[in-house]
Each structure stands twice: as structure tokens, then as C-alpha cells.
């Protein structure tokens, strides 16, 4: 619950951002196609991934990826 309520957040600055992130311009993609709920749900989801990720291999947040 608290993930989607910080997706909520998100999502509202992410409208109001002078500049926009890479995490910003996807979520307001969702939220154009999808709704404003499912794109909150689903960008709560990606944050879990984010957080679990940098939580399980104990490194610093990145914002871009690595290539391969």
C-alpha cells in the first residue's frame, strides 16, 4: 500500500517536474494509455523491482542501465 501511495506521489510531481527522468516520462506513458490507478499499481511494481534489486545485490541505485 505504501508503494502505490509513493507511486501516487510519483506521478503527481512527475506532472508538475520542470525536467523529467527517464522513471518520470514512463510512468506518465502508462498513466496516458492505462489510467491513472493502474499506472500508479504499476509503477509501485517497478519500484519494488528497483528496491529489491539493489537490496539483494548490495550495490548503489542506477538510474541507467549497463549494457551487457
Not at 2 to 29: D, E, I, M
Not at 38 to 49: D, E, G, I, S, T
Amino acid at each position: 500500500m505504501l508503494l502505490v501511495h509513493g507511486a501516487r506521489s510519483v506521478l503527481w510531481h512527475a506532472k508538475r517536474a520542470p525536467s523529467r527522468t527517464p522513471l518520470h516520462a514512463w510512468g506518465l506513458a502508462v498513466q496516458q494509455h492505462r489510467g491513472h490507478n493502474k499506472a500508479a499499481v504499476a509503477l509501485a511494481n517497478k519500484l519494488a523491482r528497483c528496491a529489491w534489486a539493489v537490496w539483494t545485490t548490495n550495490r548503489a541505485f542506477r538510474d541507467a542501465p549497463v549494457a551487457a
